[in-house]
C-alpha cells in the first residue's frame, strides 16, 4: 500500500462516484439504468437501498463491486479510480476488497459448506489446509461449525444465507454489498441475517444493501430511495462522527501484530 492509499484508508471516502451512467441499447432504443448518479460513502457506513424494481440497484451494486462497467461517469474506491484499470487488477481488487451476499445465497451445490466459504481464498497465495482453518474460523463465528461438512441443501434458507455471509467475510473485505440477501426468508431467519450484518458493521465494515422490507431500515445509517437511476431521496440516521471506526484503525499495526501471532498461538481461536 502507497502512503496516499493509507491515508486513504484512515480518512477520506472508500467509495466516490461522480455522473455515473449506464445506458443499455443505442438511439431511439437506449435506456438508462443509472442516470447521472452521484454518491459517496464514508467508512463505517450501513447504507440501505430501496426503489421500486428496474430502478437501478443491482447495476450499481454490481458496478460498485466492479461486475459491471458504467457507459460514463467517475467511481473511485479508495480514491483510485478503477474503470479505467485491467481487468486482472480488477479481479484481485474484487477479491481482497469486497464482500458479495446475494437473495438467492450463490452457493455451489456440490461443495460442503466448509470448501462453499473457503472458495474465495482460492485465489490468494493461503495454503490449501490454512484456507480450511480460516474458512471452520468463520463459520464458528457464525455458530455453524457443526454444519461444516453439511452440503448446503441440507441446511435451512436462512443457515444458507449465513454460510453466504461467511464466505462473503472470509477474506476480510473492507465493503459487503448485499443484494436482497433477506428476500427469500422468513421473517425469523431475516432478523438472524440482520444481526449478524449489524456486528459485521459494528467492527467498521461498510455495508451496501438493496432490500424491499422497509422495517429492515432501522439496522441502517443511511437509507437512499432511488427512482429511475438515480437517488429520490438520501438520509443519514447516524452522524458520520458517530460511525463506527474499523478494527484495524483502532488497533495500531503493532497490536494488530500481536493479536494475530496470539491468535495463531491457540490455533485460530477466538
Ligand atoms: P433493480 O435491481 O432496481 O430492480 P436493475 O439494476 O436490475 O434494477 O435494472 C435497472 C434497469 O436496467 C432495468 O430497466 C433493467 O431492465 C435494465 N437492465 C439491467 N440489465 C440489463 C441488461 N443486461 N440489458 C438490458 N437492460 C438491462
Ligand atoms: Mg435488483
Known amino acids: 500500500?502507497?502512503?496516499?492509499?493509507?491515508?486513504?484508508?484512515?480518512?477520506?471516502?472508500?467509495?466516490?462516484?461522480?455522473?455515473?451512467?449506464?445506458?443499455?441499447?443505442?438511439?431511439?432504443?437506449?435506456?438508462?439504468?443509472?442516470?447521472?448518479?452521484?454518491?459517496?460513502?464514508?467508512?463505517?457506513?450501513?447504507?440501505?437501498?430501496?426503489?421500486?424494481?428496474?430502478?437501478g440497484k443491482t447495476t450499481l451494486l454490481n458496478i460498485i463491486g466492479l461486475l459491471d462497467k458504467p457507459t460514463s461517469g467517475s467511481f473511485l474506491l479508495n480514491g483510485e479510480p478503477?474503470?479505467?484499470?485491467?481487468?486482472?487488477?480488477?479481479?484481485?481488487?474484487?477479491?481482497?476488497?469486497?464482500?458479495?451476499?446475494?437473495?438467492?445465497?450463490?452457493?455451489?451445490?456440490?461443495?460442503?459448506?466448509?470448501?462453499?466459504?473457503?472458495?474465495?481464498?482460492?485465489?490468494s497465495s493461503v495454503t490449501q489446509t490454512n484456507r480450511l482453518i480460516q474458512a471452520s474460523d468463520t463459520l464458528s463465528r457464525f455458530h455453524l461449525q457443526e454444519r461444516e461438512y453439511y452440503m448446503p441443501h441440507q441446511l435451512s434458507g436462512g443457515q444458507?444465507?449465513?454460510?453466504?455471509?461467511?464466505?462473503?467475510?472470509?477474506?476480510?473485505?473492507?465493503?459487503?454489498l448485499a443484494d436482497e440477501p433477506t428476500g427469500n426468508l422468513d421473517s425469523r431467519s431475516s432478523h438472524i441475517v440482520m444481526e449478524e450484518l449489524k456486528s459485521i458493521h459494528s467492527e467498521g465494515n461498510t455495508i451496501i444493501m438493496v432490500t424491499h422490507n422497509p422495517s429492515l431500515t432501522t439496522y441502517a445509517t443511511r437509507v437512499i430511495n432511488m427512482l429511475d437511476g438515480h437517488i429520490d431521496t438520501d438520509i443519514k440516521t447516524v452522524a458520520d462522527r458517530d460511525l463506527p471506526i474499523p478494527i484495524?484503525?483502532?488497533?495500531?499495526?503493532?497490536?494488530?501484530?500481536?493479536?494475530r501471532s496470539k491468535s495463531k498461538k491457540k490455533g485460530g481461536k477466538k
Open 160 to 176: 444458507q444465507q449465513r454460510v453466504a455471509i461467511a464466505r462473503s467475510l472470509v477474506m476480510k473485505p473492507e465493503i459487503i
Open 248 to 259: 484495524h484503525v483502532r488497533l495500531g499495526k503493532k497490536e494488530q501484530k500481536k493479536k
Open 1 to 55: 500500500m502507497t502512503s496516499k492509499a493509507t491515508d486513504q484508508a484512515s480518512g477520506g471516502p472508500i467509495i466516490s462516484i461522480e455522473n455515473l451512467t449506464k445506458s443499455y441499447g443505442y438511439g431511439d432504443a437506449e435506456s438508462f439504468a443509472l442516470n447521472n448518479f452521484s454518491l459517496e460513502v464514508k467508512r463505517g457506513e450501513f447504507i440501505m437501498i430501496m426503489g421500486p424494481s428496474g430502478c
Open 82 to 123: 478503477v474503470n479505467s484499470i485491467s481487468a486482472r487488477k480488477k479481479a484481485h481488487l474484487r477479491a481482497k476488497k469486497i464482500g458479495f451476499v446475494f437473495q438467492n445465497f450463490n452457493l455451489i451445490p456440490t461443495l460442503p459448506v466448509i470448501e462453499n466459504v473457503a472458495l474465495p481464498l482460492v485465489y
